[in-house]
């Protein structure tokens, strides 16, 4: 056995035998910097800029002015110098030059808001709509995908990467700004004076150079202090979500003290990566401060010998003072660069999920007017192909019938139940509703005519009345309640001050675990389908209540057909048929007294009364689960 | 990874005292109360002002010697010789030195005021993670564990950059414009206050776009937060809504949210790009007026051209900060609203606390009393609890059934005081469980909830999560107890397999078994098995109750379940109806009793059909 996780943790308790505990999980995360240039993937996201590439063209067209107007403002003021300054200028020129000033200002301003405004914009935009196909993918992605799939994960992909790819958007207009000023700058000085410009940007070289030194180690620092930053706040998250536990267990202080660990870590790799992008700033000072030391003096000597005038001096000081800030941006945003096409790359990969079960181009909506038959034909099916947990299945339920499926933890009862709603695909054989298979009508018209309550309840955020309801916007308060009544909710319901508008706390947190069974049983029942299935939707109800619903069940289920799993007795007998699972095939199937008849499993049950399948001993259950004693 | 030595760092302090400070200055402005916070690392911040303050002096410095060596440049001409040549030598070298003293002041300035606010941010993360811990259920019940993480996340973060993007960048404003207002006007008053007329502007400009901003944050923040949880939901939810084809619900649940988050996040842009765009006219402006008015001068012979061009110069100094005014509009807005909800929640009154005074629960006969306990939830107008009232001894089982909602969790929830009753008294030999320390409580009482939350880590982690230093032999025991030694062997990696959302999944009957295993880690004095074994096989239910009676025989058990089998057996059976217990006795009385004990018995064991006919 491992004691800790990771060495560092112990800091926490000295002199102590380390714990065995931690906080937080310790992810290996993928990478982070990739390629900067992948064309595949950059096609992919163009896809999602395009329609907006009319914004993005006007964008550039603007940051060329802004561009432009910066580059002219320094000439436009050393001209005025040369021309309406100097001993033997002309002093109407100075009104020329605040003129042209004047104008390039106006235009600055005009260039600004338009490349900030639509570039942030058009970001903005990108942003919801690349996460908007992603979420719309993954309601089409293949449940297998989804059950391996945390939902932390998923959420990084729909928040962090888009993120960056916001960021690379916003700042790669501006770029395409760098990069001409930075060239402009370069062209505008060699061509008021080439040999002072090229004295000039000697220094231009070096801070490449030193930049390219700097970057592998800086970004090394720059990615541990994100992965310390989400690992801390992964313990964080943890601490919120398992804080009851928490309390329960009385973990506090040692949490706490774990915790500390992790954040002070977390504080010194942030302070190396601040000192790797401090440790510029001084060498590109030292770097400014030697061109304009080269200007003063080289220039100063030029102007002295009458070489150059005075207002080139001028101007080429005003550059110098500008021209690593495009270096210093352009070599960030190169990160920013290569961190989105990671980011990017991920996105598509979600894009590209397969969906596996698609609808057929010819489907066939199932309407309500179907009979509501459900037949097995020969199914086998497994989550993993070489391990079937069906293994050639077959049962027909005719319409109007109420089953029951019954079987020991692990059978197979819910997979065959997810079938029916196609939520997987079989391997062999057909599941058929209705008279078609189901891979030929389409999903969602399957899904209105099969109303399923899940073994676990899940409620969202929103009052009692918007999650009974659900998606069945045709649904009318009366039907919410002739639902609630029937499962017997509407008791509880009312009590609240607000009724049926009573917000649920985050999933229903502040009703009682049968309650939330309660509104999720409802739920099926206003889904007002043909075919109802029920995955031991009573497992935290007392028999009491459980068999009050079922007596409403009697009445609702008129015309319907049933499928339930249950575990009681009681329950089961009321059914029309039963079928007995075992291991993933089907031993036994029949009425109560045929299957009493038989003498098999069932009856074998029955005689020896226990009140519950759950309750018949493992020993009885022969060899089915040989290692997993239950469950 | 840095491995961190045995024993704390002088600098790191002590975890406690930082928890302490970040909770001191209660009803202060959130502004105030971080400045004042962030100034506990003197040392770090007066570093960081001191080089701000220089770096900015020796930045202003530069304008002068540009202006110097155009001077000597231009009006040397007439003079000539080598005095010149020399003359803008020294300046070149001094403007050289000034750049190179000006970026170390710089570094320094950077990295202290980063500094302050990772040391800010470290110790505001335990204050939050202390506070987190400490407050009770009922208001864990009340926020959304979602809107936690953001505070936690964004909103500290907002805080703790203040110092940085906040405080140090006024001063190094403050410090250019004043010293170079003053620089400028002892030159020339009108070209000074001509090159300083857009300051007021600014200023007018940035106050505005604060309110604005300040105000659409919050917004943004909880429009965002909604379609977070939208995501959430849907993620976690997925086999419903796929169940009911809810697909196009949900897209158009996320596309009203989307909606209003991208409407907001767009005003957002165009309040920012306004308010920039207009601070750098009227910069430009201000540049335009100093060189058609300095240019005149110039003409006139009032100024030498070096001197325009060292205004000029300082103005284009001043044009970098004049566009963070921006940023540091935005980190005053920030750190203002998210300071608001980060106190607000360090603020949040901790409901379940230890009483001043109150000592250690000390178990000797080991006897649980509820008397006439009444209990509603807070924020309810409903009571969930009515005059209870049971004993019961060391060694004993009770038992408690009830409808959905009857109150069932919460009698049990009580107990380790999750929440503090409404009136009535609740002991365990004698001592009001109000009086006791929480710690000492909940070490001798142990629930087994409805539902298990697993942390992500070894099985091992998991089963001594309530006793870290447990000896193997023990852990093992607990796990043999609740019938999951044989599976946990069979696994891959035995005790080491990760569970949890990134390890192998387990079924809802064997995470149950863990949580009991948890439990039993911390040898309580009162176990609650709250509908914990509803996923369990009656046959391995009662293996695991003689194992634990087997190890524990003067333990109180307290069951609650729906399978009349699990507590039959018990010494008292109480019965719930709306928070009240409506029948009470063993298994056998109440079956003589022929109330809805019995009926309940009769539900369970015989067919429906027989039942119907005998009534
Ligand atoms: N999403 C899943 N992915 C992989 N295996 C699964 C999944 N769900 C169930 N299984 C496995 O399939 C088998 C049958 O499970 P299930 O249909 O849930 O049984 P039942 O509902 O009868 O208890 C079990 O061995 C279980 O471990
Ligand atoms: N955290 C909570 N906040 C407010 N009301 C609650 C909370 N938990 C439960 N309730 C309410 O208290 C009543 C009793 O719930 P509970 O004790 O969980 O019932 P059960 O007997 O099913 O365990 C229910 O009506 C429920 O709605
Ligand atoms: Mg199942
Ligand atoms: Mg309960």
Redesign the interface.
Known sequence: ??VV????E??AF????P????V??H?IEEEVFGKAYDPKTVRRIWAYVKPYRLKIYLAVAAVLIFTGTQLA?PLI?GN??DT???AG?D?NN?LW??GA??IA?LL??GA??VQ??QV??VA??VL?DM??AM??Q???VS?SY?DRT???R??SR??GDVSAMQEFLETSVISVGDLVLLFGIVAVLLSLDPWLGLVTLITMPVLFIIRIFWLPPAKRAFW?AHE?NSL??GA?????????????????K????L???K?????????TG??Y???M??????L???S???V??V???M??N?ALQ?GV??AF??YV??FFDPIRSLTMQYSIMQRAMTSGRRITEVLDLPTVIEDKSDAKVLTGEMDGSVEFRNVVFGYDPKRPVLKNVSFKVNPGETVAVIGP??SGKTSAMALV?R?YEVQDGAVIVGGHDVRDVT??S???Q???V???P?L??GTIFENIR????SATREDVIAAAKAVGAHE?ID???NGYDTML???G???????R??L?FA?ALV?DAKILVLDEAT?????????QI?KALEILLKGRTGMVIAH???TI??ADRIIVLQNGEKIEEGNHDQLMELGGLYSKLYNM????F?????EMVAGTNA????? | ???????RERS?GD?RDHVAAAHAGKGMAPLTRITLFSLRHPFQAILAVGATIIAAILQLT?PRL?GQ??D???N??SV?GDG??EA??W???T??????A???F??VQ??FS??VG??V??EL??A???K??????SY???V???D??TI??LDLDGLRMFFSTGLVRTILLVVLIGVGAWMLLSTDVLLGLLALSFVPFVAWRSSVAQLTLRATWLILQQKLSVL??V?????????????????????DK??TA?KA??EL??RR??V???N??MM??SF??A??LV??VG??K??AGEMT?GT??SF??FM??LQMPVRQLGLMVNSYARASTCGERFYAFLDAPVEIEDKPGATPLKISNGVLRFEDVHFT?PGS??PTLNGISFEAKAGQTIGI?????SG???LAHLI?R?YDITSGRITLDGQEVRDVT??SL??SV??V???T?L????I??NI???D???K?RK?ERAAESA?LH??IM?LPAD??TVV???GVSL????RQRLSIA??LV?KPAVMVFD?ST???????EHRIRSAIRRFASDRITMIIA????SLMHADLILFLEDGRIVERGTHEDLLAQGG?YR??YD???????DLEAAQ
């Open positions: 056995m491992s996780d990771d060495e560092s112990v800091a000295p002199g102590q035998r714990p065995r505990a931690s937080g999980s992810r403002i003021i005025a110098i309406a300054l100097v200028g002093p100075l030059a605040v000033f004047a200002v600055n301003f600004s808001w900030e405004t942030g914009q903005e935009h919801f996460r908007r979420f719309a993954l309601q089409r449940l989804m945390e939902v932390g998923l959420m729909l928040q541990a310390t801390t706040a964080m998250a943890e601490g919120i979500n398992g804080v009851r536990t928490v309390q329960n267990l009385d973990r506090q040692v949490n706490f003290d915790y500390d660990d954040a002070y870590q977390n504080l010194r790799i942030q302070l601040s000192k992008a401090q440790v700033v001084p060498i590109v000072d030292t400014t401060g030697i304009m030391a080269t003063v003096v220039g100063g000597a102007v002295l009458g005075v001096v001028v000081l005003f003072q500008r933890t692990g709603h939520f999903q969602e399957l899904g209105e099969v109303a399923m899940l073994q676990e899940f969202f955020t659900y998606n069945k916007a509880f009590r609240f001050a706390e985050q999933r947190s502040n009703l009682s675990l049968g309650q069974q309660l999720s739920r889904a497992a935290n109800i007392d028999s009491y209540t459980e068999r079922q009681r007795l009681a007998r009321g009364n226990y009140a519950s759950d309750d018949i001993p493992d290692r997993e004693s239950s469950t | 990874m840095i491995t961190l030595k045995a024993g790191r975890a530069i540009l060596a155009i000597q440049a231009h040397v001409l000539a010149a040549q803008l030598l300046t070149a070298l403007l050289l030195a000034a750049s190179v000006r970026g170390l710089t570094l950077n990295y980063e500094s990772h040391h941010g470290y993360r335990l939050f993670y202390d987190v811990q400490r407050l009770s259920y864990h019940d009340r959304h564990s979602g936690l993480i936690g996340l977070t949880r995501m959430e939901e849907n993620l976690g939810g997925i086999r419903v809504v796929r169940a009911f084809s809810g697909q196009k619900h949900e897209l996320f596309d989307s988050a991208l996040a767009h842009v165009r920012r790009v306004k920039t765009s750098t006219f430009f402006a540049m335009g060189l058609w240019g005149n110039v003409i051209v325009l061009a000029l110069t284009t100094i939830y107008t409903v059934v009830g409808a959905p909602g069932k969790s919460t380790p999750f929480l710690q909940r070490r142990a629930v909830q409805q539902d939350f942390f992500t880590t070894t091992e982690n001594a999560y309530g870290p230093w447990a193997e852990i019938q044989n599976y069979g005790y080491d949890g959302e990134r079924s809802g009957g064997q948890r439990s911390l509908d509803a996923a369990i096989d009656a046959g391995t729906h399978r009349l089998s809805r009926a309940l539900l369970q064991t015989r067919p429906t059909d």
